[in-house]
Each structure stands twice: as C-alpha cells, then as structure tokens.
C-alpha cells in the first residue's frame, strides 16, 4: 500500500516519526522538509491531489491543529479528509466515511499518532448499504456542484 504525508512545519517532526516507524507501508513524502515556517494550504492541496489521482491510496496530514490542512485537503475533489483526536475517531471514519485522508494535530504524541495512523490503514469501510449510500450522496453532490 502506497501512503501519502505531508505537513506544514508545525508537523514536521511528527511527520519524521511516522515515516521512520511506519516500516509495512511505501511512505510518499509530499512535504514539508523542514520546520522553516510553511503554508499549510499548499500541502494540503498537493496531498489532496496525489491520493485524488490515485497516485497513493491514503494520505496522512498533519499540522498545528490538524485542522487547517484537512480543510485544504477537503478542497480537492474526491477527497474525505478526517481530522481524527483518536483510534476511535479513526476506526470509525473509515467505517462510516470511507475516508481517504487522516489529517492530525501536530500536538498529538508519537506513539498515539502511530496509533490512529495504523488503526486508519488497516480499517475497511463498512459493508452496510446505508453507509455506502451516504458516502455516495456526497460524491454525487460533489460531482452535480463542482468542476475539476
């Protein structure tokens, strides 16, 4: 599985740990290189792109609040981007909304970030018809008011 990351530089450090420790995964790194003060739109944006392209399958976003990005990440068509505080918000936005982007606070600590990134990639979205016709929903709402 191919994953994309990216961070402004308030996620930098962050971004390094998971990359060093997330060894069952090909890790594309789509930036930031350092924690010289970036905008965290244009990260967003290019990660929202590569997964849209399907150049990785996820991507994992991070920065200050995790907030920001995933709002720029949510930008880009086709893309469900979660800003998660837990393995439980995790679990359950693959679950629920078969979300392809996992944003994440910079202030989150490594091992739990380890955590949610892991529990993100290995959860499949829910097999259930009223979950598929949700996500659906917004993919069609999506495709009726925007042009990209």
Do not use: W
């Not at 907030?67 to 068509?77: D, F, P, R, T, Y």
């Not at 078969?98 to 994440?104: E, F, H, P």
Request: aromatic residues 8%.
């Amino acid at each position: 599985m191919k994953v994309g990351i990216a961070s402004d530089h308030r996620g930098y450090d962050l971004k390094k740990y998971l990359k060093e420790n997330l060894n069952d995964y090909e890790i594309i790194d789509y930036g930031t290189y350092s924690n010289e003060a970036v905008d965290y739109p244009d990260y967003g944006f290019l990660l929202g792109e590569k997964v849209s392209e399907q150049e990785v399958d996820y991507g994992i976003a991070i920065c200050g609040s995790g907030i920001g990005i995933s709002i720029a990440c949510n930008k880009v068509k086709g893309i469900r981007c979660a800003k998660v505080s837990s393995v439980s918000d995790a679990r359950m936005t693959r679950i629920d909304n078969d979300a392809n982007i996992v944003a994440i606070s910079s202030n989150t600590k490594n091992e739990e970030a380890l955590e949610i990134v892991n529990v993100f990639l290995t959860t499949a979205f829910s097999q259930e018809e009223r979950h598929h016709r949700r996500v659906e929903k917004i993919k069609k709402y999506e495709e009726e008011h925007y042009e990209c």
